[in-house]
């Protein structure tokens, strides 16, 4: 890395081998040889993912970031102990999440969006498949943070980098948005008991999604893409409320009344 030109692309391909070696010890030291506890083997995958995301922000290098945020979502794979730990799984993934697009939005790495949302939006359906969401008060808490998390990621690119919004990162959203109502409305709806908890949820969504559409507005910078999948989430959330909260005597004028204003 201390040498420039063309040895910056032979550089990072030795630095993505060697941050995939370190995966596979320690894989095999604690699933094939037994060789470290659990504890070990989990800190010591952490160690390396942070190692990948440190030097590949540093030295702006995509390949160990994209090498790190593989492995990083390859853990709770590697070192699976037959059982899924929801609490565990969720936190871990929602953290992971956290850092990856933070390096996406210091670097302008698009790429690191499009991965990270993709494997958080398997992990949450793989476990709503394996266990289901019996817990259902971690489960929306969760998929509320999943939300806000790729919500979020896009304004604070537009606010602080001036980046506006690529396709890939629109179809992010409205995919963000699908499975938020899929996942957190489905679980509203099938376990809480209070009828009325899928509509708050609704309207928190609903002023989640319009502070940022007014963020963009008062600040004058405003994005047409984004701000229309902004006002679109807004205004289909308030639908939702509208129709979870009230009686199907009132579902008509209630509907009228949205369309109207």
């Known amino acids: 890395y201390t040498l420039k030109g063309r040895y910056q692309g032979i550089a990072s391909g030795i630095m993505g081998a060697g941050f995939v070696t370190c995966y596979l010890s320690v894989f095999f030291a604690y ?5 470290i506890p659990y504890g070990s083997g989990f800190a010591a995958m952490l160690a390396v993912v942070a190692a ?5 922000i540093w030295k702006d290098q995509l390949l160990p970031a994209v090498i790190g945020t593989l492995g990083g979502y390859a853990v709770p794979i590697l070192l699976s102990r037959g059982t899924m ?4 799984l969720f936190t871990f993934a929602s953290l992971l999440s956290v850092f990856v697009l933070l390096g996406a939005a210091i670097r302008s790495w698009r790429i690191l969006h499009l991965l990270a949302f993709s494997f958080n939006a398997l992990i949450y359906i793989a476990a709503g498949m394996k266990v289901g969401f019996s817990n259902y008060k971690l489960c929306i808490f969760f998929f509320c943070v999943n939300f806000a998390i790729f919500a979020v ?4 690119c537009r606010l602080f980098r001036r980046l506006s919004a690529t396709l890939v990162e629109v179809l992010i959203l409205i995919f963000n948005y699908l499975l938020f109502l899929g996942l957190a409305l489905s679980a509203a709806l099938y376990y809480v008991t209070d009828k009325n908890f899928a509509a708050w949820l609704m ?16 600040l004058k910078k405003e994005d047409r893409a984004l701000s229309s999948v902004l006002s679109v989430m807004t205004f289909g959330s308030l ?5 979870l909260y009230f009686s199907r005597d009132w579902m008509n004028t209630a509907l009228a009344v949205l369309a109207v204003s």
């Open 203 to 218: 309207l928190g969504t609903a002023i989640f999604t319009g502070v940022q559409y007014l963020l963009l507005h008062l």
């Open 85 to 88: 730990d929801l609490p565990g």
């Open 239 to 243: 639908a939702l409320f509208v129709c």
């Open 52 to 56: 990948a995301g440190v030097i590949a």
């Open 31 to 35: 699933k094939t040889f037994a060789l």
């Open 153 to 156: 990621i896009p304004l604070v």
